[in-house]
């Protein structure tokens, strides 16, 4: 059976918390809270042991850098000082891979050679 409906979702949680004695409900409050606040797996954090989150950290920067993503797509949208600041650095940045026009055409070059090297050596 799959429960689509949230309202049915709730109701179905309800009557099984409902039908559990004071005991069972502590221990089944107990054990949700302890594993949203201790690490889990490996976590979004890192390797193995190290840097493992828990669930509710996992769910925090998850907000948090949801949150900072759109602060700063909004200022870059909608401010026309940090647009124009953007524009700046990327003309100069093209206009400076431009001017080492010779190596791109050298290192494209190279790099259409060694291709149809591997393709001819197979």
């Not at 005991?23 to 493992?52: F, H, V």
Request: glycine letters at 8%.
């Amino acid at each position: 059976m799959t429960l689509q409906d949230e309202a049915m979702k709730a109701l179905v949680v309800e009557a099984m918390f409902k039908g559990l004695d004071e005991k069972k409900r502590d221990e089944l409050l107990k054990g949700a809270l302890t594993y949203l606040i201790n690490p889990q797996g490996s976590g979004s954090g890192g390797y193995g042991s190290y840097g493992r989150t828990s669930p509710l950290q996992d769910a925090w920067n998850s907000a948090a850098s949801a949150a900072a993503y759109e602060a700063v797509r909004d200022q870059v949208k909608n401010n026309p000082e940090i647009k124009a600041k953007i524009v700046d650095i990327f003309t100069k940045a093209w206009t400076q891979v431009f001017e080492k026009e010779d190596i791109l055409v050298t290192k494209v070059a190279e790099g259409i050679v060694s291709a149809m090297r591997c393709h001819l050596e197979r």
